[in-house]
């Protein structure tokens, strides 16, 4: 949720409102976005629909 808040600048509650695919495809999105910004760190850093759960 963070994540998404973060870069769209979106409240806890619409992030919220969001279920749980949405915010998957959304963090994907930012991650792709991110990646095309910034192509020579594309080898640093995952995106983070890639890192594990705790």
Same mark, same amino acid.
């Given at each position: 949720?963070?994540?998404?808040?973060?870069?769209?600048?979106?409240?806890? +509650?619409?992030? #919220?409102? #969001?279920?749980?695919?949405? $915010? $998957? $495809?959304?963090? +994907?999105?930012? !991650?792709?976005?991110?990646?095309? #910004?910034?192509? !020579?760190?594309?080898? +640093?850093?995952?995106?983070?629909?890639?890192? +594990?759960?705790?």
């Amino acid at each position: 949720m963070a994540f998404i808040s973060y870069y769209f600048h979106w409240s806890e +509650k619409e992030v #919220l409102m #969001l279920d749980h695919a949405q $915010r $998957r $495809r959304w963090c +994907k999105e930012i !991650s792709t976005i991110n990646a095309s #910004l910034n192509p !020579s760190d594309k080898n +640093k850093e995952k995106s983070i629909t890639e890192l +594990k759960p705790f």
